[in-house]
T-cell receptor, first 114, second 114 residues
Framework: GENVEQHPSTLSVQEGDSAVIKCTYS??????FPWYKQELGKRPQLIID?????GEKKDQRIAVTLNKTAKHFSLHITETQPEDSAVYFC?????????????FGQGTILTVHP | AAGVIQSPRHLIKEKRETATLKCYPI?????VYWYQQGPGQDPQFLIS???????DKGSIPDRFSAQQFSDYHSELNMSSLELGDSALYFC?????????????FGPGTRLTVL
């Protein structure tokens, strides 16, 4: 089955700095890669996603890149703000089938210091 | 917009008791997923249903069972509860059609086993 590795496990930055979180996946059939932000005790919230036919996607301060050959994808947050502090999860799935379960990375605790 | 509904939001049970968690997916979504998230852990896939049929199964204990009903709501039944079953249980729904990759998470049910 799919295995997703996520690094780093914790990330501390100053407000205004950039943050980068990296993930690798094992199953070459995976074609959908979402990123979730989760605050303590709350549901995971989708912040950005990318499909395997796209190499990069950007939404304001957030961008995701995908390298299918290396089975590697990354989340980039620019101009970080204290409100960005949360746990971030990457995930992978095979979309378009009835087997679209998400396999999550281990999570990254991001702390943005004012 | 309608979101995924889960009930109850909090549940406290004793060891060896049973629990039933309910999930009401977004209207017209045909796929339901159940995830278990232990403290400090990433969400782990339990089971999924597509058009009321079980479509995939993950690390779900034999003590757990689930089904999806004719109105598309789903229930996760947990028997002989153990301390280790204490976790957040999320239900997510999605639409399997074109562009329907995103899984929408419910607010979760926090199960505490004493």
């Amino acid at each position: 089955g799919e295995n997703v590795e996520q690094h780093p496990s914790t990330l501390s930055v100053q407000e205004g700095d950039s943050a980068v979180i990296k993930c690798t996946y094992s199953d070459s059939a995976s074609n959908y890669f979402p990123w979730y932000k989760q605050e303590l005790g709350k549901r995971p919230q989708l912040i950005i996603d990318i499909r395997s036919n796209v190499g990069e996607k950007k939404d304001q301060r957030i961008a995701v890149t995908l390298n299918k050959t290396a089975k590697h994808f990354s989340l980039h947050i620019t101009e970080t703000q204290p409100e960005d502090s949360a746990v971030y999860f990457c995930a992978a799935s095979i979309s378009g089938t009835s087997y679209g379960k998400l396999t999550f990375g281990q999570g990254t605790i991001l702390t943005v210091h004012p | 917009a309608a979101g995924v509904i889960q009930s109850p939001r909090h549940l406290i049970k004793e060891k060896r008791e049973t629990a039933t968690l309910k999930c009401y997916p977004i209207p017209r979504h045909d796929t339901v997923y159940w995830y278990q998230q232990g403290p400090g852990q990433d969400p782990q896939f339990l089971i999924s249903f597509y058009e009321k049929m079980q479509s995939d199964k993950g690390s779900i204990p034999d003590r757990f069972s689930a089904q999806q009903f004719s109105d598309y709501h789903s229930e996760l039944n947990m028997s002989s509860l153990e301390l280790g079953d204490s976790a957040l249980y999320f239900c997510a729904s999605s639409f399997s059609g074109l562009g329907g990759d995103e899984q929408f998470f419910g607010p979760g049910t926090r199960l505490t086993v004493l």
